[in-house]
């Protein structure tokens, strides 16, 4: 094997998941691929599939398992969480109102940072809110994209429209008009992972007296660069 570790039963179960990282195998098939004994290559597949590293698929070939997915996902919320913080405070200097920045959970959408005007009242969001999916400019930018039968799901009881969610994917960035609260307005941008998927909505929101009934015309620009800003540091950590 090139590239040891000189911990060989790591090195050996590395192999197995760069082998699978090309896609489903049976054993033979891992066999082929990693050069491995097939006593040994079982033997460390059933190791890794105990520890949710691996699975089956419906004919029971091996692929990677759900476990990658989780500690893949903590990875990139530490990489957003620490890159959130200087982008959203750019955010706010850069339009003077206040920044957010959602992920979703479930049904709802939860703020993970945050830069607030100090005036802020009615538009602040402390970090820990938790919202609804049905309304806002974070929560279409964060449905928008998704597979069609959730977000089929998603629109039921939404306060924004299946056409609106065609004009955000068009656009690349939403508004809403007292969607969430009566006189408050907001844009939002998609943040994105390194497999392309919206993992965060970057969020800027205000009252409609100094926003006005068209916040995108003013805010959508910045909105959206802070949001590639934040895409850029998933990607290149």
Known sequence: MENTSGVGVLDKAT?????????????????????????????????????????????????????????SAAAGEDRLLAAAGPALTRLHDITGESA????????????????????????????????????GAAAQILLAWEEAERLHRGLQGARFTATALSGVRRRGWAQSIGEREPGVTSVAAPVRGPSNRVVAA???????????RHPGAR???????????????????
Do not use: W
């Open 15 to 71: 192999l197995i998941l760069g082998a699978l990282e090309a896609g489903p195998a049976n054993l033979a098939g891992l066999v082929a691929a990693t050069g491995l004994a097939r006593p040994t290559a079982h033997r460390l597949a059933v190791a890794l599939e105990y520890h949710r590293l691996v699975t089956r698929d419906l004919q029971g070939r091996f692929i990677l398992g759900p476990r990658l997915t989780e500690l």
């Open 202 to 212: 970057v969020s800027v929101s205000g009252p409609i007296e100094r926003l006005t």
């Open 100 to 135: 957010q920045l959602y992920r979703r959970q479930g049904d709802m959408r939860i703020c993970v940072a945050a830069a607030e005007r100090l005036s802020g009242l009615r538009d602040a969001v402390p970090v820990g809110t938790t919202l609804s999916m049905k309304a």
């Open 219 to 237: 805010l959508a620009q910045a909105v959206v660069e802070a949001a590639n800003r934040l895409t850029e540091a998933l990607h290149h950590p």
